[in-house]
């Protein structure tokens, strides 16, 4: 390919872009007390959780036991701190033999295992100011504009209240850097223009691959620790999934904040893959244990904002698991937290049989929570079923 033709490409590329985003934008601009500031808001992510005398005081030591004398001073940093990359690979591994033997994947992974936290490249610390409800965050990647733009104009469109004077539901997605070299330079600027269109995207310096999905988890939850300490809920998820908002916000009117909430599709007593062809395949020398802790799939899952900062401070106490829902329930069992199973939950996909007609039956989807898997054209189709003129028999209602 020619530099010039290159070139002309991405100018159209980019050309489309600002004109879709453009048009979207316009028509979200009655909606500006988003970007004022907040108000002095209730302490609500301050109070006590629920106490429990059994549990033993660790590192993170609970709440009830350090009671702060201002709301200001239980914080950590309220700004990211972490401003520099100066990680250097684990070079005390590479003359193990165990270390030695594992695939070419795993030996990245555990070489720069103990590189915890990265600088934020695009932050928006304004999307916590004022009273949050709801906060949905999005996995997404750099590439995956289309999938963005769908969840923009369906699940993840965003409402300065989320109904019964509860609060604004706020919508961000997160991402790494590409991992492919030649995708940088090109993406980086398509990005930051998409950025400044929308305002809804964090990024960090890291490389978003399929191991580092644990490090967006863990930088997500101090995100959220160092911004977002009120938010009351937060929804969890893919960019390939249907979600049903007006359930989401039905299935948490009568919950609290200060609960131990974590609620999705929730895997029990499952074991590590020993397979090597397969995605989720982990070597013996990584994790040993016969079975995992109960976690939810990553696909989408709701938890208490009180629970999502003590998650955290739990999650730092724990090494880098290569599997980030996984990790996840790791640090859920270090809390002595349970989550909780929904059967609105289908992030492991509705039915094995794909061919099953309820994968393509709106009704029922109109009554879950979170459904995998829909690519952008499919969730745009279903969210227009759904939000029609629909008629359904009463016995599919889940919640
Ligand atoms: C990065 O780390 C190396 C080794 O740990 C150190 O020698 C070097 O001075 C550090 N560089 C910066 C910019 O901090
Ligand atoms: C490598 O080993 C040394 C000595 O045991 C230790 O101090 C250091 O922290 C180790 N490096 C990493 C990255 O774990
Ligand atoms: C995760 O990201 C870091 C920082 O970009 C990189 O050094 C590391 O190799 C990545 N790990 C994997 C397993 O891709
Ligand atoms: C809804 O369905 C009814 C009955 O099928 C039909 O008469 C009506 O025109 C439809 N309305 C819309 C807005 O599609």
């Not at 004077?165 to 995708?183: I, M």
């Not at 990005?191 to 988890?217: H, V």
């Amino acid at each position: 390919m020619s530099q010039q033709w290159k070139r002309t490409v991405y100018k159209s590329v980019c050309l489309s872009l600002a004109l879709l985003v453009a048009v979207t934008v316009f028509q979200h601009s009655d909606t500006p007390n988003q970007f004022l500031h907040r108000p002095p808001s209730p302490t609500l992510g301050l109070q006590k959780p629920p106490g429990n005398p059994l549990k033993p005081v660790g590192f993170w030591k609970t709440p009830q036991d350090v009671v702060p004398p201002t709301a200001e001073a239980s914080r950590g940093p309220q700004v990211w701190d972490v401003t520099t990359t100066n990680c250097s690979a684990n070079t005390n591994l590479s003359h193990q033999a165990w270390f030695q033997g594992l695939e070419p994947h795993f030996q990245q992974f555990l070489l720069y295992r103990h590189c915890r936290y990265f600088p934020l490249l695009l932050n928006h610390p304004e999307k916590c100011h004022g009273e949050v409800y709801l906060l949905v965050a999005v996995k997404s990647v750099v590439t995956q504009h289309d999938r963005r733009e769908a969840i923009r104009q369906t699940w993840g469109r965003e409402w300065a209240s989320a109904g019964r004077g509860r609060g604004a539901v706020r919508t961000l997605f997160l991402l790494g850097s590409p991992s492919k070299q030649e995708e940088r330079a090109h993406y980086q600027q398509l990005l930051a223009y998409e950025d400044r269109l929308y305002g809804d995207i964090l990024q960090w310096d890291f490389l978003d691959s399929f191991f580092n999905l644990t490090l967006k988890e863990v930088h997500f939850l101090k995100w959220l620790d160092t911004y977002c300490p009120d938010v009351h809920f937060v929804f969890k998820g893919d960019d390939d999934v249907f979600v049903n908002p007006a359930n989401l916000l039905e299935f948490l009117a009568d919950r609290r904040p200060q609960e131990d909430l974590f609620v999705g599709d929730i895997l029990r007593h499952a074991r590590p893959i020993r397979r090597r062809d397969n995605k989720y395949y982990i070597p013996g020398s990584l994790y040993s244990k016969a079975s995992y802790p109960p976690y939810a799939g990553g696909g989408g899952f709701l938890m208490a904002g009180g629970l999502a900062r003590r998650l955290h401070h739990a999650c730092d106490t724990l090494e880098l698991y290569p599997i980030d829902d996984v990790f996840l329930g790791m640090c859920l069992e270090v809390l002595g937290v349970q989550p909780t199973a929904h059967e609105g939950f289908k992030t492991f996909g509705i039915s094995r049989n794909r061919a099953s007609r309820l994968n393509k039956e709106p009704c029922f989807f109109r009554s879950m929570l979170v459904v995998h898997k829909l690519l952008p054209p499919e969730l745009l189709a279903m969210w227009g079923l759904v939000h029609g003129n629909l008629t359904c028999a009463r016995q599919l209602r889940v919640l």
